[in-house]
């Protein structure tokens, strides 16, 4: 599986992005999804997964502002971004896994495909 991000940028405080991942092949429908962030010094962590199910799981932080979509048929998973805060500043990744229909992963470990990153810079 070979994963693509893409929408990245430069936006205000209380501005908007999203994020897109395209996933190779016709295998979306078998994998649960996921948002990771890696910002400045820190390390990586979770922000958003969806299920193959299409159950979805938020970040304490993220919650309320961010959502986490995808079309199979598109082979396509979104991150939509609302509200953004400087602290949101990071590398987002999308990550990808060959789960059962509920399962919905939140770890780094549990991924095994990942894309190359896409920055978000949210200036104050």
């Known amino acids: 599986v070979q994963l693509q991000a893409s929408g990245g940028g430069l936006v205000q405080a209380g501005g908007s992005l999203t994020l897109s991942c395209a996933a190779s092949?016709?295998?979306?429908?078998?994998?649960?999804m996921a948002w990771f962030r890696q910002a400045p010094g820190k390390e990586r962590e979770f922000v958003a997964v969806?299920?193959?199910?299409?159950?979805?799981s938020y970040e304490d932080s993220v919650k309320g502002r961010f959502t986490i979509s995808r079309d199979n048929a598109k082979n396509m998973v979104y991150l939509q971004m609302n509200s953004l805060k400087p602290e949101d500043t990071a590398v987002y990744y999308c990550?990808?896994?060959?789960?059962?229909?509920?399962?919905?992963?939140?770890?780094?470990?549990?991924?095994?495909?990942w894309g190359q990153g896409t920055l978000v810079t949210v200036s104050s």
């Open positions: 092949g016709r295998t979306l429908s078998r994998l649960s």
């Open positions: 969806v299920s193959r199910s299409g159950a979805r």
């Open positions: 990550a990808a896994k060959f789960t059962i229909l509920t399962h919905i992963p939140t770890t780094e470990k549990d991924y095994n495909y």
